[in-house]
């Protein structure tokens, strides 16, 4: 595996946590919408909050290993 490899790799799973926030997101939307338990949407939410940690970690590592920074708007 090359150092590139490597960053697409980790690029790849980053992308999984967004995706993975993207349908916790759409998931807590129809449990409101069934007056789903407060505890459960609160555990969901929680599961999130992880999610956005791991994303930012894999991101943290990503513009590390490759040396790019993200633009400056």
Do not use: C
């Not at 993975?20 to 998931?27: G, M």
């Not at 407060?38 to 956005?52: F, M």
Request: negative net charge; aromatic residues 6%; proline residues 3%.
């Amino acid at each position: 595996m090359t150092l590139e490899q490597a960053i697409a790799e980790i690029s790849k799973n980053a992308a999984g946590e967004w995706q993975a926030i993207e349908e916790y997101l759409n998931l807590i939307s129809d449990l409101r919408k069934i007056h789903a338990p407060k505890q459960l949407i609160d555990d969901i939410e929680e599961i999130i909050s992880d999610e956005l940690n791991h994303g930012q970690k894999l991101f943290h590592w990503v513009v590390k290993l490759s040396n790019i920074q993200p633009a400056k708007d």
